[in-house]
């Protein structure tokens, strides 16, 4: 298996908030090797093929907005509500 296609099955698995802290880091690493960022064109281009993948991924298909909102408020107390 390529390195390119493990990270991404690791990726996959992650959680959708996670994933955005990857290409944070990810985005640090570049910054940080002093990695030249493409034109403007070629990142318009780069992003739409990364909004189109993660479309195609469906992340929230299986999530019900209700039940998460009651997990999000049963996991911290709300100011005034104890």
């Known amino acids: 298996?390529?390195?390119?296609q493990a990270i991404q099955q690791h990726l996959?698995?992650?959680p959708l908030s996670l994933q955005g802290e990857v290409?944070?880091?990810v985005l640090y690493?570049?910054?940080?090797?002093?990695?030249?960022?493409?034109?403007?064109?070629e990142r318009q281009?780069?992003?739409?093929?990364?909004l189109k993948k993660?479309?195609?991924?469906?992340?929230?298909?299986?999530?019900?907005?209700?039940a998460w909102v009651r997990e999000q408020r049963d996991e911290r107390?709300?100011?005034?509500r104890e």
Do not use: F, I, W
Not at 54 to 66: C, L
Not at 77 to 80: E, K, M, R, T, V
């Open 29 to 41: 690493l570049e910054q940080k090797a002093g990695t030249q960022l493409p034109a403007d064109s």
């Open 45 to 50: 281009k780069s992003l739409a093929n990364a």
């Open 23 to 25: 290409l944070d880091y």
């Open 1 to 4: 298996m390529k390195l390119d």
């Open 12 to 14: 996959a698995r992650l």
């Open 77 to 80: 107390a709300l100011p005034g």
């Open 54 to 66: 993660a479309s195609a991924m469906n992340p929230y298909a299986g999530v019900d907005p209700a």
